[in-house]
Nanobody, 114 residues
Framework: QVQLVEAGGGLVQAGGSLRLSCVASGTIFSPSHMAWFRQAPGKQRELVARVTSNGRTNYADSVKGRFTISRNNARNVVLEMNSLSPEDTGVYSC?????????WGQGTQVTVSS
């Protein structure tokens, strides 16, 4: 069983920055993909950024040029968020795809004030 634990959410003013991190525990046998999703109040969850097992990344259009996803190893992923706007407010959740299994963290709140 894999567990994901996020850290780094909080309250920030518009234009500010936050750094989210996610660490996976448990047994990881095969290459994993990791990503960050977010869900704003009253909206569906959306993909923010993803990094594959070989380091390829992709981003939602709304965060390109402002957010950077990175991973140092198979268990850790970081999301650097810059130039934050109130539209970035939401619960950010870490995801790991491992074979046919999906694992999710509990989520961390990010609130951007105007």
């Amino acid at each position: 069983q894999v567990q994901l634990v996020e850290a780094g959410g909080g309250l920030v003013q518009a234009g500010g920055s936050l750094r989210l991190s996610c660490v996976a525990s448990g047994t990881i046998f095969s290459p994993s993909h990791m990503a960050w999703f977010r869900q704003a109040p009253g909206k569906q969850r959306e993909l923010v950024a993803r990094v594959t097992s070989n380091g390829r990344t992709n981003y939602a259009d709304s965060v390109k040029g402002r957010f950077t996803i990175s991973r140092n190893n198979a268990r850790n992923v970081v999301l650097e968020m810059n130039s934050l706007s109130p539209e970035d407010t939401g619960v950010y959740s870490c995801w790991m795809g491992l074979g046919s299994m999906d694992y999710w963290g509990q989520g961390t709140q990010v609130t951007v004030s105007s």
